[in-house]
């Protein structure tokens, strides 16, 4: 968990109400999504009052902003610093290690211990049918993901940018699926779920995705692109 960003002293009933109510929020938005949780469930499990929601998050959809602040910085302070140091490198850098400085902080975060709630949150709230609550979860990722994606173009100037961007959905979904370990493709394939450790699925979803981007473009391919 991160530092709280309340004025009053760390560890001070403020600070515990506030990471109570963030606490809760999680395990209770993970069972019944954003708009199935009201905030007074969120009240009752944290043991605080109207005042402290109002006083730390003002409403629901700011203590969504805050567990989003509290639970996503971390990662994308990992990903800022191997992004910048790529960004330094010369000749520039190769594009599995590009994939990797975006790829490895977030399923690490995810495969960490305790992250089981938060991992399913963040699928929900991502869609999310209103709006502004998936704002908050793009939001939350977008600084990082943008310099990523800026970088990784530069890796790519062959691309089209209507392959480029399908590629980059592609590398999103799979993401998305192997962050949610939901063992339905061991069902569909008979066999026991996987429990590979979590440099293993690293690496993997690397090999992966770096083979789908220097795959030869739509055009390329011999069919037309779609207008």
């Known amino acids: 968990m991160i530092a709280s960003t309340d004025d009053a002293p760390a560890g001070g009933p403020r600070a515990q109400a506030r990471e109570r109510l963030l606490q809760a929020a999680e395990r209770l938005f993970a069972r019944h999504g954003y708009a199935g949780t009201s905030l007074r469930a969120v009240m009752a499990q944290?043991?605080?009052?109207?005042?402290?929601?109002?006083?730390?998050?003002?409403?629901?959809?700011?203590?969504?902003?805050?567990?989003?602040?509290?639970?996503?910085t971390p990662v994308n302070v990992q990903r800022h610093a191997l992004l910048e140091a790529l960004e330094q490198q010369s000749p520039p850098a190769p594009l599995e290690d590009i994939l990797r400085a975006?790829?490895?902080?977030?399923?690490?975060?995810?495969?960490?211990?305790?992250?089981?709630?938060?991992?399913?949150?963040t699928a929900?709230?991502?869609?999310?049918?209103?709006?502004?609550?998936?704002?908050?979860v793009f939001a939350a990722y977008d600084a990082a993901a943008r310099r990523f994606a800026d970088l990784l173009r530069q890796a790519l100037p062959g691309l089209s940018a209507h392959d480029f961007q399908w590629r980059l959905e592609c590398m999103y979904g799979a993401m998305m699926y192997i962050r949610s370990d939901n063992g339905r493709v061991s069902r569909m394939l008979g066999g026991g779920h996987r429990s590979n450790p979590v440099e293993h699925v690293i690496d993997e979803l690397v090999a992966f995705t770096a083979a789908g981007f220097r795959a030869a473009g739509y055009r390329a391919a011999g069919s037309p692109v779609p207008g």
């Open 102 to 121: 975006f790829i490895a902080p977030a399923l690490r975060a995810a495969y960490s211990e305790g992250e089981a709630d938060f991992n399913r949150v």
């Open 46 to 72: 944290a043991g605080v009052d109207t005042g402290a929601i109002h006083y730390h998050f003002r409403n629901k959809l700011g203590l969504l902003k805050a567990l989003f602040e509290q639970r996503v």
């Open 124 to 136: 929900l709230c991502s869609v999310d049918p209103e709006q502004e609550v998936r704002e908050v």
